[in-house]
């Protein structure tokens, strides 16, 4: 009852906000249409310009690197689809929406930015992979138009189907290339007199895979490099925690993959398949506009909800504060906004993307978001006050529990992560020297100083946005927490805590 309480309580402080909210201010910019494309568990350097593997190809990618701008350096702020898509509607933090988990379904009253943009007259669509609680694909507050389906979706046709502006219809064919279908009949129906946003949400590259027919096996003969830090011990693994060791053998393990045999190399193969989907979905969107005559006034943004590791500290899957779990593709295009070719160094995250959009429009986002526009940053200038360090949280969640709670602050040198709950060590990685996160640096005297500043300045940043508290949900669903009995015992306790206190205990 209490819950029910507290959330009727923001939901009605949430409405009333929205209600006594006009329309956004105009900041002077013209109005203008935008294009939102996400992808699901992309991770960074899985584009043809970046090698990720030597032999990936994703011309649309490329291209819109080379037209538009590259951010290197894009992060998630909660590696994990649903929180991380709250914070690309809301531009807050998870502690702040509070969607922590893919189980739970939008606190009632949450306020997403598409519902400023309709305020304001554009017109709106959300088409694809809502993912935020499994139980409904109905309309959600904010759309003109709304294209989705329950929970992870599928990539073949099955008797869930699709929610067209509420009504049940059949999914007919491949689900990248349908969705994409339903966007462009959607712009192409656009009178030219009101300006519009589209959010494609694809449910592709999550797995499991069903690749489209086209491209299954294209990349069956190509060699697979895998992450140096895949190792169990040794060089790449100095100082790697307790947690991180167990979790190896385990659903997000690469000695026991979703309590499989899964062939780490197969997998990524597939994805990277998948991924030519998405990658002619773009192109796609960027022909459509072309032949609309509104290619170059239109800004598009091509993003990942969250990255995702093929090996790396010994794991698979995202959730973690490694920065190929965090970090993310982040690609943008609209010459009249800023020129192409552009590579944008500095830090940029999914609760930047809100106020980016809202930016480009034109019109003010609302006060008391935790993100800002880049659209500066887009254009080559790096403000003066722009973030020094990126706050990353994640939440223990019972469904996979090999994961701890952690927080983690991400300078340009220094990320630190501290865990929550656990008896182990926590981690500080020096990103320039060992940007492969192989060499923990938690216990090293020289680092001590950084290590309490970057803690003092995590907790700051903690209070100022009410993070001091954290969010939980009753269970849901199963539990997928076994270990490979041939596999990898336990991981020993860290070294570094196995000593005689330093004075003699004062206690009995
Ligand atoms: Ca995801």
Redesign the pocket.
């Known amino acids: 009852m209490k819950r029910r309480n507290l959330l009727g309580g923001l939901a009605a402080g949430a409405v009333s906000s929205l209600a006594q909210t006009a329309a956004p201010a105009r900041s002077g910019g013209k109005p203008r249409n935008v294009i939102f494309i996400l992808a699901?568990?992309h991770r960074y350097d899985a584009m043809g310009f970046l090698k990720g593997q030597e032999w990936l190809e994703t011309p649309h990618m490329d291209r819109m690197a080379r037209e538009g701008c590259h951010f290197p350096n894009a992060f998630v702020t909660t590696a994990?689809?649903s929180p991380?898509r709250a914070s690309v509607l809301t531009g807050k933090y998870a502690h702040r929406h509070r969607i922590i988990d893919n189980n739970t379904p939008v606190p009632p009253g949450t306020v997403m930015f598409p519902q400023h943009l309709q305020k304001a007259g554009y017109a709106t669509a959300f088409i694809g992979k809502w993912h935020m609680g499994g139980e409904s694909d109905a309309p959600q507050p904010g759309f003109d138009r709304w294209v989705s389906f329950r929970g992870q979706g599928t990539y073949l046709p099955s008797p869930n189907g699709l929610n067209v502006d509420g009504k049940k219809v059949p999914q007919k064919g491949y689900i990248t290339g349908e969705l994409t279908d339903y966007a462009l009949d959607w712009i192409n129906g656009r009178k030219k007199d009101q300006p519009y946003f589209l959010y494609l949400s694809h449910k592709a590259v999550?797995a499991n895979f069903d690749v489209e027919p086209r491209y299954q096996g294209k990349y069956a003969n190509k060699e697979f490099k895998y992450p140096a830090t895949m190792a169990a011990d040794g060089d790449m693994a100095r100082g790697r925690p307790m947690w991180v060791r167990n979790q190896r053998n385990s659903w997000h393990g690469v000695e026991y993959p979703y309590h499989s045999s899964l062939d780490i190399a197969h997998f990524y193969k597939q994805y990277a398949e998948a991924l030519c989907s998405v990658d002619d979905s773009i192109g796609r969107v960027l022909d459509a506009l072309k032949t609309r005559g509104e290619l170059d006034s239109t800004l598009v943004i091509y993003m990942g909800?969250?990255g995702f590791a093929f090996g790396e500290h010994g794991l698979i899957d995202?959730r973690t504060a490694y920065e190929e779990s965090m970090r993310v593709p982040l690609l943008a295009r609209c010459p009249e906004l800023f020129e192409g070719g552009r590579t944008a160094r500095p830090v940029v995250a999914n609760i930047d993307i809100m106020p980016t959009v809202m930016d480009a429009m034109g019109l003010q986002a609302p006060a008391g978001g935790d993100g800002r526009s880049w659209l500066p940053v887009a254009r080559g200038e790096t403000p003066s006050n722009w973030r020094k360090e990126l706050l990353y949280e994640y939440y223990w969640e019972r469904n996979f529990p090999q994961t701890p709670t952690m927080h983690a602050l991400r300078g340009d040198r220094f990320k630190f992560i501290r865990y929550h709950g656990i008896w182990d060590s926590d981690e500080l990685y020096d990103l320039q020297a060992d940007p492969l996160e192989s060499n923990n640096l938690i216990y090293s005297a020289t680092h001590q100083p950084v290590i309490q500043q970057m803690r003092n300045r995590l907790f700051e940043i903690l209070e100022e946005t009410g993070g001091m508290q954290m969010p939980i949900w009753p269970d849901r669903g199963s539990s997928q927490n076994l270990r490979n009995p041939k596999g990898s015992h336990a991981a020993d306790f860290p070294e570094e805590l196995r000593r005689l206190p330093k004075r003699p205990a004062t206690h009995q």
Do not use: R, V
């Open positions: 699901d568990d994990l689809c991380s999550h909800d969250n995202k």
